[in-house]
């Protein structure tokens, strides 16, 4: 008892200071968008883990984890950033990450030694086995990892919305290279929570999981993304899922708004993260109405 109180307190204190750390949304911004405060901002993580997660909505999954081991299904897991996020939250689950980049295999596996009940696969993931284009771009040589995608055109669109000098377009070089694409489905896995981040490619990711979501009925997080979110919609009503976003500074989740994340993804350039819940397991979440 006493070692989980000193958690619990220590949780709380983590909370604390990183909600003062944010100053609202500018730091989460420059550490997507600009790709110097970015890469810093990163690697500073490194050295002062107790700032994460990096991003305010995991905090939604401390309502969604159940005592005990569980799998947390880490999919577009970049450098393991996401994966350290969680592990803050839950000390208990499995976690298995999958990056297709193959620039971020140092990392994860000098991660994969430092972090216990973790596990990393260098694969990308989608609706079939095939191979596919990974598209990363660079600012005067430094890497925006955050917004490699499989699709060009989502890559394009990223850059436009970069806080970049003006005359950007002769600094920006992106790299191409081959990735092997496979169904997670195939892996046979029993995740109780999923994250996917995939730049655009979110509803593949989805298509590949769908027998494991029907059959295991996990709590699933994905970027708001206004050109998938009738496709999303569409797939997770049949199999009676219902949609939130959670509210940091109250602790709570709210019903989904389409109309005000909309306006907050095309007025702000703001992506807010949406918990897929089943139904079954939505009345047990705090909801503000």
Not at 75 to 103: K, M, Q, T, W
Not at 116 to 142: E, H, W
Not at 167 to 182: A, G, R, Y
Request: aromatic fraction near 12%; proline fraction near 6%.
């Amino acid at each position: 008892m006493p070692l989980r109180k000193f958690k619990d307190t220590f949780r709380q204190a983590r909370k604390f200071i990183i909600r003062l750390w944010r100053i609202n949304i500018a730091i989460p911004r420059l550490l997507r968008y600009n790709p110097y405060t970015g890469f810093i901002g990163r690697q500073m993580f490194r050295y002062f883990p107790f700032l994460l997660p990096h991003d305010k909505s995991y905090f939604g999954f401390a309502h969604l984890v159940h005592k005990g081991d569980g799998l947390f299904l880490d999919v577009g897991a970049n450098d393991g950033i996401s994966a350290i996020g969680f592990r803050h939250i839950h000390s208990d689950y499995s976690i298995l990450s999958i990056e297709p980049n193959l620039c971020h295999e140092r990392s994860l596996r000098k991660l994969k030694k430092k972090l216990k009940r973790f596990d990393f696969k260098m694969i990308g993931a989608g609706s079939t086995r095939c191979q596919k284009i990974l598209y990363v771009p660079t600012y005067n040589g430094v890497p925006i990892y955050t917004a490699a995608s499989l699709i060009k055109d989502y890559v394009d669109m990223t850059m436009l919305e970069q806080h970049l000098p003006a005359d950007h377009d002769k600094n920006i070089v992106i790299f191409e290279c081959s990735v092997d694409i496979v169904p997670l489905d195939e892996l046979g896995l029993q995740p109780d929570i999923i994250k996917i981040d995939s730049e655009g490619f979110d509803f593949e990711v989805i298509l590949g999981l769908r027998k494991t979501i029907e059959s295991q009925r996990p709590h699933i997080m994905i970027e708001y993304n206004p050109k998938l979110m009738e496709s999303i919609e569409a797939f997770f009503k049949k199999l009676s899922y219902s949609f939130f976003t959670y509210d940091y500074p109250s602790g709570m989740f709210m019903i989904l708004d389409k109309v005000r994340e909309s306006d907050l993804y095309h007025q702000q350039k703001i992506t807010t993260n949406i918990f897929c819940v089943p139904n079954e397991k939505s009345k047990a979440l705090p909801v503000r109405q």
